[in-house]
Nanobody
Framework: DVQVRESGGGSAQAGGSLRLSCTAS????????MGWYRQAPGNECEKVAN???????YYGDSVKGRFTISQGNAKNTMYLQMNSLKPEDPAMYYC??????????????????????WGQGTQVTVSS
């Protein structure tokens, strides 16, 4: 089974940093992209960043220049370095193996065509 586990969430001050980690198993890493998503209460699920199987990266406009996605030395580990945190960054952050299809604007809603389940997520809060 494909499994992912997020960690590293917590609280930081605005302008501060946090690093999220994702450990995944149960699939061939060279064959799938991996992404970070987030969802704040009342907001739709947002794709924050993507790390492709060929090493290219994608960032959502809201985090570009502040967040960095990377793969660990062990390919089953992925990180999201979040710098210059803003009051609009607090959310539940999810790591996911692609492909991933957002159902009803909700990150954790499972679509039959998703590759593997959503993880439990890790909460990020930002204090001003």
């Amino acid at each position: 089974d494909v499994q992912v586990r997020e960690s590293g969430g917590g609280s930081a001050q605005a302008g501060g940093s946090l690093r999220l980690s994702c450990t995944a198993s149960g699939f061939t890493f060279d064959e799938h992209d991996m992404g970070w998503y987030r969802q704040a209460p009342g907001n739709e699920c947002e794709k924050v960043a993507n790390f492709s199987s060929t090493g290219t990266t994608y960032y959502g406009d809201s985090v570009k220049g502040r967040f960095t996605i990377s793969q660990g030395n062990a390919k089953n580990t992925m990180y999201l370095q979040m710098n210059s945190l803003k009051p609009e960054d607090p959310a539940m952050y999810y790591c996911a193996v692609e492909p991933r299809h957002i159902i009803g604007g909700t990150c954790s809603a499972q679509d039959p065509t998703d590759f593997g389940d959503w993880g439990q997520g890790t909460q990020v809060t930002v204090s001003s």
